[in-house]
């Protein structure tokens, strides 16, 4: 089963637990699964289209009236087909972060949002004979706007991004390369459906990274 078919999976089964919408309010709480192609710029050698799995769990809690933030943390797979020295090596581990979110609505149907987020992101993959080890930093602004409907949500951000980072290889190849991200701005569409105390959503990006993702979260 290929990853897109697990994903649409996901988002099924998120779909089935719907319900009547209830009032948002309080902390937030959520899962999300993405699939992305990043490129990273390797400085002095050639970029490299990085494809990323994720899972992960995330949470926001008001500090303001308009603005809240929290935490979040998962699991990565990623892999570098096209890179000779590492191409068959698929590197996995953990990425842990923070997030804000502002959102400043007028009236009913319409907010206008502010988002920011940070993670610190390790990756790694053994064997007897050679290593791959993924570090960076990812630092995430986004600004855009939300328009609500009576069970559904649509909300449009432009995204610049600033990674920062290193890829240390040892055995064919012994060499620690700085990295960082190949394209700076993009934009995101959310799609959201509300269901029992929460929403689940699909999420599509570009330009920074070309990324299909799932979540699903809920408001207690």
């Keep these: 089963m290929s990853m897109r078919e697990r994903l649409g999976r996901i988002a099924v089964g998120c779909l089935l637990l719907g319900g009547p919408a209830t009032a948002l309010a309080g902390v937030e709480v959520g899962v999300d699964v993405a699939y992305a192609r990043l490129t990273l710029d390797y400085q002095a ?77 390790n990756a790694n993959h053994d064997r007897a004979t050679e290593s791959q080890e993924l570090r960076w930093h990812q630092f995430e602004g986004r600004a855009g706007m939300e328009f609500s409907m009576a069970t559904s949500n649509i909300r449009l951000y432009g995204i610049g991004l600033f990674l920062s980072g290193t890829d240390q290889t040892t055995g064919g190849v012994d060499r620690t390369v700085d990295l960082r991200e190949d394209q700076s701005r993009g934009g995101r569409l959310e799609w959201s459906l509300s269901v029992s105390g929460g929403e689940v959503a699909l999420v599509v990006e570009g330009g920074v990274r070309d990324s299909l993702g799932f979540s699903f979260s809920r408001r207690f």
Excluded at 72 to 80: E, I, K, R
Excluded at 89 to 111: D, Q, V
Aim: glycine share 12%; net charge negative.
């Design 45 to 121: 050698l050639p970029s490299y289209e990085t494809r990323i799995t994720s899972v992960g769990m995330w949470y926001r809690e008001p500090v303001s009236e308009h603005l809240s933030m929290g935490l979040l943390g998962g699991f990565v797979s990623t892999t570098q087909s096209d890179n000779p020295e590492t191409g068959d090596l698929s590197p996995t581990g953990a990425y842990l972060g923070l997030n804000a979110l502002y959102r400043i609505p007028f009236g009913e149907r319409f907010a206008l949002l502010g988002g920011a987020e940070y993670r610190y992101l």
